[in-house]
């Protein structure tokens, strides 16, 4: 267990100053601290790794053009693979909430706000997705925001560095969700998408389509241009390719502590 905490703390993942995103894992230890001490509760297990049942859209999905897939460069997390199990998975989709704004200003929102959707209704063909009003019930948020820009130091010459400014940001966490009104709880996670709003629409489109594949599960970039999970941006940017519906495939095929109810240990292990 501390091996693995020590491991989602350092787990990063970072891309070179062309990449069209950069993700960041982010993870909630403390809620398992908190619940490992409440009402003293024995000390509680991460799940055994398991495999989900496939979606019935993925299940049905068949390759006859044996384009491939790119899952050797998908890269799971300390607690696996980072799939969904429960569905529809749930979207969150920032809407404008100032009235004040100039007619303007509030068209810019409206286009965002459809190419989001627009994206999040073309991957609903591989996996069933339903936006939601509130953000709480939300699996997958997706903001109106600039990413930040985080500065790094190089240790040897003790200078900054400074990126560029990015179009999206996606980060995950993970938290303890309770099973209806019984004690039990699983091993659940949670994407929340910065999606820039100074982009045009064509690339605010393509910029949330590539940044959803990453919550879907796709945490890992596509060597190929044709692939809407390649590693930079492009001037004509891609459509969601049969390589990334069989990567995803794939990987919705591989063992997860995700999605797992955490087990109870007995006392003096």
Known sequence: MREIKRKLRRHRKSNGCRLLLIGMAIVLLTQLQQVQAQDNALPASLPAPQTHPLPLTLEQWQDTTGSGDY?????????????????????????????????SSLQRFQNWVDAVVKAVQEWSAYLPLAIVK?????????????????????????????????????????????????????????????????QTV????????????????????????????????????????????????????????????LTAQPRGE
């Open 202 to 261: 064509d690339y605010t489109l393509a910029t949330a389509r590539h940044e959803l594949g990453h919550a879907l599960g796709i945490w890992g970039h596509s060597p190929q241009q044709t692939d809407t999970m390649y590693f930079s941006q492009v001037r004509r940017p891609p459509q969601i390719s049969t390589r990334d519906i069989n990567t995803l495939k794939r990987i919705y095929e591989q063992p997860t502590r995700v999605g797992w109810p």
């Open 71 to 103: 899952f050797s460069v998908v890269k799971p997390t300390p607690v696996g693979y980072l799939v969904w199990w429960q569905f529809p998975i749930k979207v969150y989709v920032q809407r404008s909430i100032d009235s004040t704004e100039s007619p």
């Open 134 to 198: 509130q953000r709480e019930d939300a699996d997958i948020a997706f903001l109106r925001s600039r990413p930040p820009i985080e500065a790094t130091i190089n240790r040897e010459t003790g200078q900054f560095n400074i990126p560029r400014a990015r179009a999206a940001q996606t980060r995950y966490e993970f938290y303890l969700r309770p099973v209806g009104k019984t004690t039990e709880q699983i091993l659940a996670h949670r994407f929340t998408i910065q999606l820039s709003p100074d």
